[in-house]
């Protein structure tokens, strides 16, 4: 490689729970630079979980962190061209990029759900998430079953 690689940065701690998976997803959350409004989205989001769930034992943000582990896809495919033909490759995905799908996938399967606020959407989302279900699990799913259906093809890995 000519460059060096880029520096990792530093994502600090949310304030109300000091956890970096939090920032993370808050920043993807984020519109237009408005970390405030995102925050409280986040924040509203969960107090909602934890209305809708009241006998389950674990706080609102475990349960997040159970519903972001729940959509969070292991394998994926890569489009591979060997002599004209294209073909899908199955691949491992790195940790980070684990992380940072099951957020992206999480936060656009919110967006396309009906409901009033935001934070409304997202908390339904979370819950279906929780409970193995909803926009972003079936995301997950799809994923797994086009490597699998792909599988033949892993010798032509990268």
Same mark, same amino acid.
């Given at each position: ?12 701690? /949310? +304030?109300?729970? /000091? /956890? ?11 519109? &237009? ?13 969960? /107090? %909602? ?7 389950? @034992? ?6 997040? =962190? ?9 394998? @994926? ?8 033909? %294209?073909?899908?490759? +199955? ?25 009033? %606020?935001?934070? &409304? =959407? ?15 699990? =079936?995301? =997950? ?18």
């Amino acid at each position: 490689m000519r460059k060096a690689k880029p520096k990792k940065r530093v994502i600090l701690p /949310d +304030p109300v729970f /000091d /956890d970096v998976r939090v920032t993370k997803f808050v920043n993807h959350l984020m519109y &237009d630079g408005k970390k405030n409004t995102a925050f409280a989205i986040f924040y509203d989001a969960l /107090d %909602t979980v934890k209305t809708k769930m009241p006998n389950e @034992e674990l706080s609102a943000l475990d349960i997040w =962190k159970k519903a972001l582990e729940n959509i969070t896809p292991t394998v @994926e495919v890569k489009s591979r061209r060997v002599g004209g033909a %294209t073909f899908q490759v +199955p691949t491992e995905i790195r940790a980070d990029r684990k992380e940072s799908i099951s957020m992206k996938n999480l936060i656009a399967y919110a967006r396309k759900r009906g409901g009033k %606020t935001m934070a &409304d =959407k997202l908390a339904a989302e979370i819950v279906d998430a929780f409970n193995n279900q909803g926009g972003a699990y =079936k995301r =997950k799913e799809d994923m797994h079953k086009m490597a699998e259906a792909n599988r033949a093809f892993a010798h032509f890995r990268f």
